[in-house]
């Protein structure tokens, strides 16, 4: 796949949508991509088959991320024993559906279905034990699960969790053919399904699924301070950087630069592709499976914590 960069109807709509046009047309500067990624294949849970895209290797260059899991199979031997109870302390994770039914229930006394196209955000906070089984025997299941560190002042937090439909996640599409799901955050004016107070949840988190419907352009706004990283689960795309051009492959996570006014992605019809991106906390991360602090001593607690049985209520 190969796309020439040069200011065209679409670029320029585009820019303009960003606020990034102004009077001397400059080109809108685009990240470039710092490095690209395959992910490990892997089995968590009762022997769920997955790859790990975002591993602890890269955790501190994508601050405030933990963790990207990417799981597909139409074989139940792969998915059928799905995750059993099992505790987590100081973080959120976010589960996206993209096939499937899936089950979820926790000792603070949550349950929801998660099936095809829907999310569901939860907190873990001062400590949860969950599980999330399929509800089904056969057929697709796929899907993401992403990690998303807490700020020390409040990986002690209550428990909770928001179950998102597909119905209710924010969609748009431009006039060139790329439709957008907006997960978490803003993009070009529209406010996703969850949207949080910066001052009240400082990783800002920015979550996006891009289907390119047609062969197209999409740019989203990004500060420049915030790690950014895509991850191409269908097709291939090019990500138009300054002077840079770079093809990134199916299956491949691309981590970008800090660079810029944000991101350019080109890509032919068929292509989908997650962008994530978030305020890095800039705190140490202390990590120990299913418990992420900042120091060792807090690790030591929050194991204590869950033997004694203090994660049940």
């Not at 209550?158 to 439709?179: C, L, M, N, W």
Request: glycine share 10%.
């Amino acid at each position: 796949m190969s796309f020439a960069h040069s200011e065209n109807d679409a670029d320029q709509e585009i820019r303009a949508k960003l606020g990034l046009m102004n009077t001397s047309n400059t080109s809108f500067q685009g990240r470039r991509v710092e490095q690209q990624v395959q992910g490990q294949a892997t089995r968590d849970g009762d022997g769920v088959k997955l790859t790990r895209v975002l591993t602890q290797a890269h955790q501190r260059r994508l601050d405030p991320f933990l963790m990207l899991d990417n799981f597909g199979s139409d074989d139940p031997k792969d998915y059928g024993g799905g995750f059993p109870d099992h505790p987590h302390r100081g973080f959120e994770t976010v589960t996206y559906m993209i096939a499937g039914r899936m089950r979820h229930k926790d000792s603070a006394g949550h349950e929801g279905l998660l099936q095809n196209g829907g999310v569901q955000w939860m907190t873990a906070g001062r400590g949860v034990v969950h599980s999330e089984m399929p509800e089904q025997e056969d057929g697709v299941m796929e899907g993401f699960q992403l990690w998303l560190n807490l700020p020390s002042r409040d990986k002690m937090c209550k428990p909770g969790y928001q179950d998102i439909q597909t119905d209710a996640i924010p969609e748009f599409s431009t006039r060139h053919g790329v439709k957008v799901r907006v997960i978490a955050g803003v993009s070009q004016g529209h406010a996703g399904a969850v949207c949080r107070p910066v001052d009240q949840f400082p990783t800002d988190a920015l979550y996006l699924d891009i289907h390119f419907e047609n062969q197209a352009s999409f740019a989203q706004a990004l500060p420049t301070h915030h790690n950014a990283f895509l991850f191409v689960y269908r097709g291939a795309v090019n990500v138009i950087g300054h002077e840079q051009t770079t093809p990134v492959a199916l299956h491949t996570m691309a981590i970008l630069r800090n660079e810029g006014e944000g991101v350019e992605i080109r890509a032919d019809a068929g292509t989908k592709v997650l962008l994530i991106a978030g305020n890095p906390l800039n705190e140490p991360i202390a990590q120990y499976g299913p418990f992420v602090m900042n120091t060792r001593e807090e690790l030591i607690q929050a194991v204590d914590d869950f033997r004694a049985g203090l994660y049940n209520s």
